[in-house]
């Protein structure tokens, strides 16, 4: 079956660092990767999709993740964050009719 | 409406009580979504809907969970006998096509069985 990997489960950060937080798959076939975020107190929102074409997709606030196809892996990166970007981050998986598959997430802390 | 409503936002029950959540999509969505997050976990895939029928429901972990969308808009997630390991949140999304399309979450439903 499909899987998702995140790796890291907690990753804490200063403000304007750069970051990458890490996503790996396992599947063969063609996939549709996305990041989901949820901030404190909210629900569960789409931070960005990859189906096809270019590998780097840029998604809201600064946000960009690259999908490497030889490594399975669709890793989110920001150059600079912001204390507003605290929250959870979910990678998630989809392929053909099935349902989405979700990483366990990690928790991001920004510290001032 | 302007989000996925789900209520309730809370529930505490004991041990071998039913319990039922319910789920108002976005209006015009046909594809609504039941997932479950336990702690620490990410979101797992319970069922999915497309219309009135369940499109898949290989999510559900045993016979005491059962969900049913009626009308083709709202959603209830019933739990049977509930055991203290169903207590997690309850996640509806929905979305205006089905598969791979961009899921809208609600807020959840907590549920605590004691």
């Known amino acids: 079956a499909q899987s998702v990997s995140q790796h890291n489960h907690h990753v804490i950060l200063s403000e304007a660092a750069s970051l990458e937080l890490g996503c790996n798959y396992s599947?063969?076939?063609?996939?549709?990767l996305f990041w989901y975020v949820q901030y404190p107190g909210q629900h569960l929102q789409l931070l960005l999709k990859y189906f096809s074409g270019d590998p780097l997709v840029k998604g809201i606030k600064g946000f960009e993740a690259e999908f490497i196809k030889s490594k399975f892996s669709f890793n989110l990166r920001k150059p600079s964050v912001q204390w507003s970007d605290t929250a959870e981050y979910f990678c998630?998986?989809?392929?053909?009719?099935?349902?989405?598959?979700f990483g366990t997430g990690t928790r991001l802390t920004i510290i001032p | 409406g302007a989000g996925v409503s789900q209520t309730p936002s809370n529930k505490v029950t004991e041990k071998g009580k039913y319990v039922e959540l319910r789920c108002d999509p976005i209006s015009g969505h046909t594809a609504l979504y039941w997932y479950r997050q336990s702690l620490g976990q990410g979101p797992e895939f319970l069922i999915y809907?497309?219309?009135?029928?369940?499109?898949?429901d290989s999510g559900l972990p045993n016979d005491r969970f059962f969900a049913v969308r009626p009308e083709g808009s709202v959603s209830t997630l019933k739990i049977q006998r509930t055991e203290r390991g169903d207590s997690a949140v309850y996640l509806c999304a929905s979305s205006a096509l089905g598969p791979p399309g961009e899921l809208f979450f609600g807020e959840g439903s907590r549920l605590t069985v004691l």
């Open positions: 809907f497309q219309g009135t029928g369940a499109a898949d």
């Open positions: 998630a998986l989809h392929f053909g009719n099935e349902k989405l598959t």
């Open positions: 599947y063969g076939g063609t996939v549709n």
